[in-house]
């Protein structure tokens, strides 16, 4: 495995973006096509755009940062490891059922919520847990990356996903919802599939190896004996001479040398890569766990309430109000809530920075709990924080992409190119079109912003626009389980450290069986 495999894929993708802005002119819609002509990118711009995307997009950095640095602080406590190991008990047999659940929930939860980089508060978690049940990096992988962008492709109320494909063709949140289930219920059934075939020729692969091993120990060993017989009876012969002695007990200590070699290469045991990920094994087993499973509870109970679209889905102000009242609640004259709580919107509509301060809280009270001392938490923190410096160096790099896309706004002209292909709607050049403004722009918001405006302008027929919509959302989660921009793919593959083509060779099956799918339901939609 190379080293920094992946910030080499996605700085070679910056460059490839900087050469396109040379090749092709720039071009943007305003109430039609508009030709800029070439808006090159320059040489200081390598040096300008990092800085610039970290401007806007640094706080999913920091949020990545301080996710590493309150794992690397509950890795100092004994009692969140005897967690982890109770749960792998309790999976004990149904290992499979359980990855299976884990899928289910995460595309759930990213379909309604939108929860695609909140969901990565729990991935380091779900990470130890994978890997103590036995599984490889790879099938953990296919098990975050994967069920997060299935739950994109079937994405049914998480506005965050979808606003501008309800703003800009001008439809309903819930339309073609049923659709979108079918969509999220495939991939995951896919998901399940292709892990659980993985996992077959995993094992397979093994057991193949252990065989020969086997072989090779009993070829070693009868090698050995062969030896050892050839060697006893050599010293019987030249036993009567001084010399021939003296030969034979060389011949001897070097056999018992090279034994003894033998025996320690069989015998080493080596530190696996997983083990970085998994805390420390405690001496005792008595340690209480109920506080962590409390605190766990209350830290998903609130990403989930925080980011479910209440008032924009739901049409459910509930949260609203209860804001306000709070916000306006005063003692003696003096606002008391507002000035203690500072800015805070309400349930709904809350960022991710905004649970930084819940994992805050949430370490302060672990840390009191177990009695953790000070300088364990800041020495926890920092070297949690060390473990996701590479994620976080990625999400500035991606929306390095996005910056250089948003400046140098060349892709319109290729789909402009491709969308005259045909008149009007047409399933496979839309496709094209998705797939390619999925890679150029790592946020769903711009991908659509790209290039749905001119679609709408160039298809009259707005009875379409449903279809349109199902194309360019479940497209965009397709593609995000490969394309070199994907957030949440970089991170957890930089994370992993699984190199960006061993993480081609195994999802490859699924993004073209899924391809072929939603073809065929986009091809029924438009005849229906």
Same mark, same amino acid.
């Given at each position: 495995?190379?080293?920094?495999?992946?910030?080499?894929?996605?700085?070679?993708?910056?460059?490839?973006?900087?050469?396109?802005?040379?090749?092709?002119? =720039?071009?943007?819609?305003?109430?039609?096509?508009?030709?800029?002509?070439?808006?090159?990118?320059?040489?200081?711009?390598?040096?300008?755009?990092?800085?610039?995307?970290?401007?806007?997009?640094?706080? %999913?950095?920091?949020?990545?940062?301080?996710?590493?640095?309150?794992?690397?602080?509950?890795?100092?406590?004994?009692?969140?490891?005897?967690? *982890?190991?109770?749960? /792998?008990?309790?999976?004990?047999?149904?290992?499979?059922?359980?990855? #299976?659940?884990?899928?289910?929930?995460?595309?759930?939860?990213?379909?309604?919520?939108?929860?695609?980089?909140?969901?990565?508060?729990?991935?380091?978690?779900?990470?130890?847990?994978?890997? *103590?049940?036995?599984?490889?990096?790879?099938?953990?992988?296919?098990?975050?990356?994967?069920?997060?962008?299935?739950?994109? $492709?079937?994405?049914?109320?998480?506005?965050?996903?979808?606003?501008?494909?309800?703003? /800009?063709?001008?439809?309903?949140?819930?339309?073609?919802?049923?659709?979108?289930?079918?969509?999220?219920?495939?991939?995951?059934?896919?998901?399940?599939?292709?892990?659980?075939?993985?996992?077959?020729?995993?094992?397979?692969?093994?057991?193949?190896?252990?065989?020969?091993?086997?072989?090779?120990?009993?070829?070693?060993?009868?090698?050995?004996?062969?030896?050892?017989?050839?060697?006893?009876?050599?010293?019987?012969?030249?036993?009567?001479?001084?010399?021939?002695?003296?030969?034979?007990?060389?011949?001897?200590?070097?056999?018992?040398?090279?034994?003894?070699?033998?025996?320690?290469?069989?015998?080493?045991?080596?530190?696996?890569?997983?083990?970085?990920?998994?805390?420390?094994?405690?001496?005792?087993?008595?340690?209480? %766990?109920?506080?962590?499973?409390?605190?766990?509870?209350?830290?998903?109970?609130?990403?989930?309430? =925080?980011?479910?679209?209440?008032? #924009?889905?739901?049409?459910?102000?509930?949260?609203?109000?209860?804001?306000? $009242?709070?916000?306006?609640?005063? *003692?003696?004259?003096?606002?008391?809530?507002?000035?203690?709580?500072?800015?805070?919107?309400?349930?709904?509509?809350?960022?991710?920075?905004?649970?930084?301060?819940?994992?805050?809280?949430?370490?302060?009270?672990?840390?009191?709990?177990?009695?953790?001392?000070?300088?364990?938490?800041?020495?926890?923190?920092?070297?949690?924080?060390?473990?996701?410096?590479?994620?976080? *160096?990625?999400?500035?790099?991606?929306?390095?992409?996005?910056?250089?896309?948003?400046?140098?706004?060349?892709?319109?002209?290729?789909?402009? $190119?491709?969308?005259?292909?045909?008149?009007?709607?047409?399933?496979?050049?839309?496709?094209?079109?998705?797939?390619?403004?999925?890679?150029?722009?790592?946020?769903?918001?711009?991908?659509?912003?790209?290039?749905?405006?001119?679609?709408?302008?160039?298809?009259?027929?707005?009875?379409?626009?449903?279809?349109?919509?199902?194309?360019?959302? #479940? %497209?965009?989660?397709?593609?995000?389980?490969?394309?070199?921009?994907? /957030?949440?793919?970089?991170?957890?593959?930089?994370?992993?450290?699984?190199?960006?083509?061993?993480?081609?060779? $195994?999802?490859?099956?699924?993004? /073209?069986?899924?391809?072929?799918?939603?073809?065929?339901?986009?091809?029924?939609?438009?005849?229906?």
């Amino acid at each position: 495995m190379k080293k920094h495999n992946t910030v080499k894929v996605v700085l070679i993708t910056i460059l490839v973006l900087m050469l396109l802005t040379w090749i092709f002119p =720039a071009a943007y819609y305003s109430s039609g096509y508009v030709d800029q002509g070439r808006v090159q990118m320059g040489l200081f711009d390598l040096i300008n755009y990092p800085i610039t995307s970290l401007s806007y997009f640094g706080y %999913i950095a920091l949020f990545v940062i301080v996710v590493g640095g309150f794992y690397g602080i509950l890795h100092k406590i004994p009692a969140y490891r005897n967690l *982890l190991d109770r749960f /792998v008990a309790k999976c004990k047999g149904k290992e499979f059922i359980v990855l #299976s659940i884990i899928m289910v929930i995460l595309a759930v939860l990213t379909s309604i919520c939108g929860l695609q980089l909140g969901l990565f508060i729990f991935f380091p978690m779900l990470v130890s847990i994978i890997l *103590l049940m036995g599984y490889d990096k790879i099938v953990t992988a296919l098990t975050l990356v994967g069920s997060t962008m299935i739950g994109i $492709a079937g994405t049914t109320f998480a506005y965050s996903n979808t606003s501008l494909i309800v703003s /800009v063709l001008s439809l309903d949140i819930t339309s073609e919802i049923l659709t979108k289930v079918i969509i999220l219920i495939v991939g995951l059934i896919l998901l399940i599939l292709n892990t659980f075939m993985y996992i077959k020729r995993l094992e397979l692969k093994n057991s193949q190896e252990k065989k020969e091993e086997k072989k090779a120990e009993i070829k070693v060993e009868e090698e050995k004996s062969k030896s050892k017989a050839g060697k006893d009876a050599k010293s019987t012969k030249v036993s009567k001479t001084a010399k021939t002695t003296k030969s034979s007990k060389k011949d001897s200590k070097a056999a018992e040398k090279e034994e003894e070699v033998i025996v320690v290469k069989e015998t080493k045991v080596e530190t696996k890569e997983e083990d970085e990920y998994i805390p420390t094994c405690s001496e005792s087993k008595k340690h209480k %766990i109920w506080p962590f499973v409390l605190t766990l509870t209350i830290i998903f109970v609130i990403l989930v309430l =925080a980011f479910i679209p209440w008032s #924009s889905s739901f049409n459910n102000t509930a949260f609203d109000t209860a804001t306000e $009242a709070v916000t306006d609640f005063e *003692l003696f004259g003096f606002p008391i809530f507002s000035k203690l709580l500072g800015t805070f919107t309400a349930f709904g509509t809350w960022a991710i920075t905004d649970m930084i301060l819940v994992l805050l809280f949430a370490t302060l009270l672990l840390t009191l709990v177990y009695k953790v001392k000070f300088d364990d938490v800041l020495d926890g923190f920092a070297e949690g924080a060390k473990k996701v410096l590479t994620p976080a *160096l990625m999400v500035i790099l991606i929306y390095t992409c996005l910056v250089i896309t948003t400046y140098h706004p060349f892709q319109l002209t290729i789909y402009h $190119a491709i969308l005259g292909i045909t008149d009007g709607f047409n399933v496979f050049t839309s496709t094209i079109v998705a797939g390619l403004a999925s890679i150029f722009n790592a946020d769903p918001a711009y991908t659509f912003q790209s290039v749905l405006p001119y679609l709408a302008s160039i298809v009259t027929n707005t009875e379409n626009y449903p279809i349109i919509g199902i194309v360019f959302q #479940s %497209i965009y989660g397709l593609f995000m389980l490969v394309a070199p921009t994907s /957030v949440v793919l970089m991170i957890i593959l930089s994370y992993l450290k699984i190199s960006y083509g061993k993480w081609l060779k $195994a999802i490859w099956k699924l993004f /073209v069986e899924f391809l072929v799918i939603l073809l065929i339901i986009f091809t029924i939609l438009v005849l229906l």
